[in-house]
């Protein structure tokens, strides 16, 4: 009786949360009652849209806030929400910029020495994939190499026949954790943990030490408005110009798959990488469940590693003296993935018709 009383209860709550959310959508602004009780409305208003707006970062909940707790009494982490500048003359760069418009802002908020990343639509469905990401990290032999952690992608709305083949159970089974032992798999842009001061450009050395305090150093005098008014200048989309961000700094711009050159780079500046693939999935997301979506995922995904094979991120060029052969081979299986549909065409189509003709 209690659990249909709690269900009951959340579901007229996400009613009167859609109906908030449709009502501001018609009416194209945010209820004067509704802005006054929350912060996150005060720097919204009518003239500002998805693709021209300033900066805005709120911290929600501060992390050294005793008083923040939840129902148990444990102390929250630090929740922040940031929404990057965006101006129709500047060309804000995708996903890439996103992600390096947070490993700015978070570097003056918490400054944590390592970074998750995950796609919008994937979530956390194993709560140890943290602990056994720090785990590769904290080695006391091979930890000081490791740039980053790669976690599979897995989808959780897959048909029980996986007709066209989304579960990508050869490359999360086979491809991927054999290129473990070539020199570590390729950032996948997603399920990821990296070391911040590897996307901040650094090379590996021998007598490399992580600084796992640096995170809370000149943090605890700042208050929470000084903290936002820093992020914010941080997150201005005028920031970049004049800067290495997006060439040798952050994640690569310039490329559909920019999560693969800038995993690359990482790899050519001596780093190795991890492949982890628990029993239960760490992350787990949506895929394609047409044909339609399926050959549009699958064609972004060729044509980028395609474009890599032929530019000069191109594994034998941007690699060679950087990277082990062997490594670099195991990067081609991918950069070649567009052309080698025509040897595959050609084993499946070949034999069927000797066969038909009796040869």
């Not at 006054?36 to 693709?51: C, D, P, R, V, Y």
């Not at 908020?109 to 943290?130: E, F, G, L, R, W």
């Not at 904290?138 to 976690?151: P, S």
């Amino acid at each position: 009786m209690a659990t249909d009383t709690i269900s009951s209860s959340g579901q007229d709550m996400f009613d009167e949360m859609t109906e908030r959310i449709d009502t501001a959508v018609m009416s194209g602004k945010i209820p004067e009652e509704i802005k006054a009780k929350h912060k996150g409305f005060h720097e919204w208003n009518q003239e500002i849209t998805s693709k021209n707006h300033q900066p805005i970062v709120q911290i929600l909940i501060d992390g050294k806030d005793q008083n923040a707790v939840d129902n148990d009494g444990n102390v929250l982490p630090t929740l922040v929400y940031m929404a990057r500048e965006k101006r129709p003359q500047h060309h804000h760069n995708f996903k890439a910029g996103a992600m390096n418009a947070l490993i700015r802002v978070s570097s003056v908020i918490s400054n944590s020495p390592i970074i998750m990343n995950v796609d919008c639509d994937m979530y956390s469905n194993n709560n140890d994939a943290v602990r056994d990401a720090l785990c590769f990290f904290l080695d006391e032999e091979m930890g000081h190499k490791i740039g980053f952690v790669q976690y599979p992608q897995n989808y959780n709305n897959l048909s029980k026949n996986d007709i066209y083949g989304n579960s990508l159970h050869v490359i999360n089974e086979v491809e991927m954790g054999g290129m473990d032992s070539l020199g570590g798999p390729l950032y996948i842009g997603t399920g990821c943990f990296h070391r911040r001061e590897i996307l901040c450009g650094r090379k590996f050395t021998k007598d490399y030490q992580e600084d796992w305090n640096a995170g809370i150093k000149d943090k605890l005098q700042e208050s929470i408005d000084e903290t936002e008014e820093k992020a914010k200048s941080l997150a201005a989309c005028t920031y970049e110009h004049g800067t290495q961000w997006g060439d040798e700094i952050g994640v690569k711009y310039g490329c559909a798959v920019e999560d693969v050159i800038t995993g690359l780079a990482i790899h050519c500046r001596g780093w190795e990488s991890v492949y982890n693939n628990p029993k239960k999935p760490a992350f787990m997301g949506v895929g394609p469940t047409t044909l339609a979506q399926t050959i549009l995922q699958h064609k972004r995904w060729s044509e980028g590693n395609l474009s890599i094979f032929l530019s000069k991120y191109n594994v034998f060029l941007f690699g060679h003296g950087k990277t082990k052969l062997r490594h670099q081979m195991g990067y081609h299986i991918y950069g070649l993935w567009a052309p080698n549909s025509l040897a595959t065409l050609y084993y499946v189509i070949i034999p069927s018709l000797a066969l038909l003709k009796g040869t």
